[in-house]
């Protein structure tokens, strides 16, 4: 087939200003233009013989290099009537400009613009491990149309289109293999360490690689709507969503910098009108105060903290829409868990049976799962299922009927076979039968009988089956000293078999919708801080209403995954206790920073006033301690589990 290429003009976005636009370019440069402008300053004088214009206007480029991005961002705080950290480092450089401390205020200038310049270097260091992913998508893709494979840019690719995928290739969109062999590394997606095998009817995600086979793929999603679409637009939501003690401090840094501003005025006049000092160097005093008691480490703390483990989750598999999510999870008292789909598979398989006398295994299964290979109910397809695995064949059927909540029935040989549940036979049921019946019912299974020319032939039990790690799962968070509660529209037998099996604590049956909803809350008056753990529409009201949702990624409909706060890809509850553990640790994490920004703070300005601390240590131990805070954020909670991820995978 002839190979074509289409393609397609994208339209172009508005251009923001050169200093917005260039600023991750330009602010570095500032930096040492800034740098070299105050050396040439301070050496000019005594080693380089300039003149004084020349030291004038060294000095004046100093401040306009260092001071450029800070002013333009007081400016903007201003007009909305707000005061920030950048108006006091500002005010502190023009204040030692104005009683001859030219390069005191420069330098302050220096280390300030050095400092936010360290800043978004670390917190762009967090970011880039999100935006990284848009890089997971290709370009264009091989997709047959009619006679010819065509490639274009994916996001022409339409539902329904085939696309050929070639060892070494990503997947473009979220789709079902139809033909084809291959092992794919899930790793940005799932965060599995191990290629998952992948054949016909398999499904697969964008972004994820092709490493050995070619597979045609049918494409299920359009490029705007795949899984690696929702994450990137998750994660990018999550970064402009402010934790609870994020939003608080921010509050705090404008009544604080005011509250600074009215101080160190006060200082500036009240000391030499009453106590008769002398004003200049009472004057620099007011400036080393002004820039020791700015905030700057303690604001940025919180933010740094968790947008470093938000960044770092999300390699492992773990989606948090924001930081007031990671620290709410925290605090979370219970664990809800859905039943179906959540810590089942959500998939019914045949667990048992049960022949009549006289009749055998093979027989009983031979002749059901012939009758029901001819029904689309999920229970009749498992009964196939189970007979395919065992290699019984299947037998002809004639006069197939299926009657709605009664069973089904056709003709096999000469014989009527007839299947149902035990409600739909009207006749009372030889007693071993009921006993099987109630026995099976009584660990959670759903029953069907089987007749054959009206004799009894025997039941065949069926149930959901237990994802393999939800056990461990629920004795880790109970490790942790978490509730566990299991939440079910199944019956209390079903229910209680379940939870018996995994070790839930609690088990709440027979749950509609809004009962579910009423059970979140009914758990949020009694032990506090709930979190709901679902993956279908009906669990959308409870993951709403509880302070943090959690959905499954893969399985999980679209109503769960929008409606929760936190996404599992993969669906892999392991991930549960990692989150937790990783929510906890980035709340340390932001105390650590809190006290330390706040002892720093307490120390600089005792310094101002007990030993006359100069303005470059002042300046010095302001800016240190807010690139320790952004660096203990990013160490701890981004660099350290990301190297121990990559040794995982290559274990």
């Given at each position: 087939m002839a190979v074509s290429r289409s393609i397609n003009s994208e339209p172009v976005a508005p251009r923001e200003p050169f200093w917005v636009e260039y600023q991750q370019w330009l602010a570095p440069r500032l930096v040492?233009?800034?740098?070299?402008?105050?050396?040439?300053?301070?050496?000019?004088?005594?080693?380089?013989?300039?003149?004084?214009?020349?030291?004038?206007?060294?000095?004046?480029?100093?401040?306009?290099?260092?001071?450029?991005?800070?002013?333009?961002?007081?400016?903007?705080?201003?007009?909305?009537?707000?005061?920030?950290?950048?108006?006091?480092?500002?005010?502190?450089?023009?204040?030692?400009?104005m009683i001859g401390q030219w390069v005191e205020g420069a330098l302050l200038l220096f280390l300030f613009s050095l400092s936010n310049v360290l800043q978004d270097y670390a917190?762009?260091?967090?970011?880039?491990?999100?935006?990284?992913?848009?890089?997971?998508?290709?370009?264009?893709?091989?997709?047959?149309?009619?006679?010819?494979?065509?490639?274009?840019?994916?996001?022409?690719?339409?539902?329904?289109?085939?696309?050929?995928?070639?060892?070494?290739?990503?997947?473009?969109?979220?789709?079902?293999?139809?033909?084809?062999?291959?092992?794919?590394?899930?790793?940005?997606?799932?965060?599995?360490?191990?290629?998952?095998?992948?054949?016909?009817?398999?499904?697969?995600f964008a972004g994820t690689l092709n490493q050995q086979g070619t597979l045609?793929?049918?494409?299920?999603?359009?490029?705007?709507?795949?899984?690696?679409?929702?994450?990137?637009?998750?994660?990018?939501?999550?970064?402009?969503?402010?934790?609870?003690?994020?939003?608080?401090?921010?509050?705090f840094e404008e009544y604080y910098a005011v509250f600074i501003i009215g101080a160190v005025a006060l200082f500036i006049i009240v000391p030499p009108m009453l106590f008769n000092v002398d004003f200049q160097s009472n004057f620099y005093r007011a400036m080393v105060l002004m820039t020791v008691a700015s905030p700057c480490a303690l604001v940025i703390s919180t933010p740094a903290a968790f947008l470093s483990a938000i960044a770092s989750a999300a390699r492992h598999g773990v989606l948090f829409k924001g930081g007031a999510h990671l620290e709410t999870l925290a605090g979370v008292k219970v664990i809800a868990f859905d039943k179906t789909g959540t810590l089942t598979q959500g998939k019914p398989a045949v667990t048992y049976v049960v022949p009549m006398q006289d009749v055998r295994e093979e027989d009983l299964l031979a002749l059901t799962a012939s009758v029901e290979a001819r029904s689309e109910h999920p229970?009749?397809?498992?009964v196939v299922q189970a007979a395919q695995?065992?290699?019984?064949?299947?037998?002809?059927?004639?006069?197939?009927?299926?009657?709605?909540?009664?069973?089904?029935?056709?003709?096999?040989?000469?014989?009527?076979?007839?299947?149902?549940?035990?409600?739909?036979?009207?006749?009372?049921?030889?007693?071993?039968?009921?006993?099987?019946?109630?026995?099976?019912?009584?660990?959670?299974n759903t029953v069907m009988l089987a007749q054959r020319d009206g004799q009894w032939l025997g039941a065949i039990a069926l149930a959901d089956q237990l994802r393999p790690k939800a056990k461990q799962v629920v004795a880790d968070l109970q490790k942790l000293?978490?509730?566990?509660?299991?939440?079910?529209?199944?019956?209390?037998?079903?229910?209680?078999?379940?939870?018996?099996?995994?070790?839930?604590?609690?088990?709440?049956?027979?749950?509609?919708?809004?009962?579910?909803?009423?059970?979140?809350?009914?758990?949020?008056?009694?032990?506090?801080?709930?979190?709901?753990?679902?993956?279908?529409?009906?669990?959308?009201?409870?993951?709403?209403?509880?302070?943090?949702?959690?959905?499954?990624?893969?399985?999980?409909?679209?109503?769960?995954?929008?409606?929760?706060?936190?996404?599992?890809?993969?669906?892999r509850l392991e991930l549960i206790p990692y989150a937790i553990a990783m929510s906890k640790k980035a709340r340390r994490v932001v105390w650590q920073n809190i006290i330390f920004s706040l002892a720093v703070i307490v120390m600089l300005v005792l310094g101002a006033f007990i030993i006359s601390l100069p303005l470059p240590l002042g300046v010095l131990g302001h800016e240190g301690s807010t690139v320790i805070v952004v660096l203990n954020g990013l160490i701890q909670l981004l660099l350290l589990p990301e190297i121990a991820r990559q040794r995982a995978a290559r274990v």
């Open positions: 040492a233009v800034t740098f070299i402008a105050l050396l040439l300053s301070v050496l000019g004088d005594r080693w380089l013989g300039l003149s004084a214009p020349v030291i004038v206007l060294l000095n004046l480029t100093a401040y306009a290099a260092g001071g450029f991005y800070g002013a333009i961002g007081a400016w903007e705080h201003l007009k909305q009537r707000k005061v920030d950290i950048d108006l006091l480092m500002i005010l502190a450089a023009l204040g030692a400009a917190l762009n260091r967090s970011r880039r491990a999100i935006s990284g992913l848009m890089k997971l998508y290709p370009a264009e893709a091989r997709v047959v149309r009619g006679d010819t494979v065509q490639m274009i840019k994916i996001d022409q690719i339409r539902v329904g289109d085939i696309l050929q995928i070639v060892p070494g290739e990503r997947i473009p969109v979220d789709g079902i293999v139809r033909s084809g062999h291959s092992w794919i590394d899930q790793a940005p997606i799932t965060g599995e360490s191990i290629p998952v095998e992948k054949q016909h009817g398999d499904k697969v045609d793929i049918q494409a299920t999603q359009a490029a705007q709507d795949t899984m690696l679409a929702r994450i990137i637009r998750m994660v990018e939501d999550a970064q402009d969503s402010k934790a609870p003690t994020q939003r608080f401090l921010e509050t229970l009749a397809q498992a695995e065992r290699g019984i064949a299947l037998e002809a059927v004639d006069g197939f009927v299926a009657e709605t909540g009664r069973g089904v029935r056709g003709i096999v040989g000469d014989h009527e076979i007839v299947v149902g549940n035990p409600e739909s036979f009207a006749v009372v049921l030889p007693q071993d039968l009921s006993d099987t019946v109630l026995r099976l019912r009584g660990e959670g000293g978490l509730t566990t509660v299991m939440l079910t529209g199944d019956s209390r037998e079903t229910g209680e078999h379940i939870g018996g099996q995994i070790g839930i604590q609690q088990v709440k049956a027979h749950l509609l919708p809004p009962e579910k909803l009423e059970a979140i809350q009914q758990l949020q008056r009694q032990h506090g801080t709930v979190a709901m753990i679902g993956d279908g529409v009906n669990d959308a009201p409870a993951l709403a209403s509880a302070d943090i949702g959690i959905a499954m990624g893969g399985a999980g409909s679209d109503v769960a995954l929008e409606t929760a706060d936190v996404v599992l890809m993969g669906d």
